[in-house]
């Protein structure tokens, strides 16, 4: 399994690589604009065009990570339209780049349960028309309260997509133990991926972030911690790193770092020490 880490592209996407680099990380995640904003800024053709040439020289794979503002369930009219057109512009950007899979949390419901379930068909749906075919959404799961939270709901979001090759999912350690999936042990951990297989399908696993967390078992509170230094602990990387089901796969570090800098070099070597 390789080990990836979400980098910063201040400066330029060549200082992505940089960065990436530096810490020692096999794949890289990237925002494709300012993560709170609405309006994708992107890069121009030239440094898309370099970017794309550059980057399988050094790692693995590169992803996005959606903005955070996105929801498809979003109650208004205007935060759905803007929704889409963000969706859509970043997966445009992300086929200039050469990135295939773009990452996001799907937003959230108000209810127990997801009642909007013809306007989010509808806008994957139509996000997928309008986007090149050499993209994927992703769908992140989340800490529990919102959509995401349950894998039942990943499992929605798959299966109302029209093109069921270009929807997958992303599993974060922190969202899932958060969401009270206890995957701290080996028989909580090979629980939650019979689930992940019966529910989902192992085959649409494209990535997963690695995240401790801040808070225990189910307190659905979305809060990454170093590895190791947190309630989830180390035992559930291990499993995950050293599992052959994802040895194609690559896992994502978005931890606060260990000087609070963002994922760092020493984050990447515990993951790469405990890979067998």
């Known amino acids: 399994m390789y080990v990836g880490a979400?980098?910063?592209?201040?400066?330029?996407?060549d200082k992505a690589i940089e960065r990436g680099k530096a810490i020692g990380a096999e794949a890289l995640q990237i925002f494709p604009s300012a993560p709170v904003q609405w309006k994708i800024r992107g890069w121009s053709d030239e440094d898309c065009a370099k970017f794309k040439e550059t980057w399988p020289e050094h790692f693995k794979q590169i992803i996005f990570h959606g903005i955070y503002l996105a929801n498809l369930a979003g109650e208004s009219a205007d935060n759905l339209e803007k929704t889409k057109t963000a969706l859509i512009e970043t997966l445009q950007l992300a086929s200039k780049l050469g990135i295939v899979g773009t990452v996001f949390h799907p937003g959230s419901y108000t209810d127990k349960e997801i009642k909007k379930k013809d306007q989010i068909k509808d806008t994957i749906n139509q996000i997928l028309k309008e986007t090149p075919s050499d993209t994927k959404l992703i769908f992140e799961n989340t800490a529990g309260s919102t959509m995401g939270g349950k894998l039942e709901d990943l499992a929605f979001l798959i299966d109302v997509s029209s093109d069921k090759d270009r929807v997958g999912v992303c599993l974060d350690t922190c969202h899932a133990f958060a969401a009270g999936y206890d995957i701290s042990n080996e028989v909580g951990y090979k629980k939650y991926i019979k689930q992940v297989d019966e529910l989902i399908g192992l085959d649409k696993v494209f990535c997963w972030h690695f995240n401790d967390s801040k808070f225990g078992l189910g307190e659905k509170r979305d809060?990454?911690?170093?590895?190791?230094?947190?309630?989830?602990?180390?035992?559930?990387?291990?499993?995950?790193?050293?599992?052959?089901?994802?040895?194609?796969?690559?896992?994502?570090?978005?931890?606060?770092?260990?000087?609070?800098?963002?994922?760092?070099?020493?984050?990447?070597?515990i993951l790469k020490t405990l890979r067998r």
């Open 223 to 269: 809060r990454h911690e170093n590895i190791g230094e947190g309630k989830l602990g180390k035992t559930a990387f291990d499993l995950i790193l050293n599992d052959s089901i994802w040895s194609d796969k690559s896992g994502y570090l978005e931890v606060p770092g260990f000087d609070n800098q963002g994922p760092d070099k020493k984050n990447v070597e």
């Open 6 to 13: 979400h980098v910063g592209t201040s400066g330029g996407l």
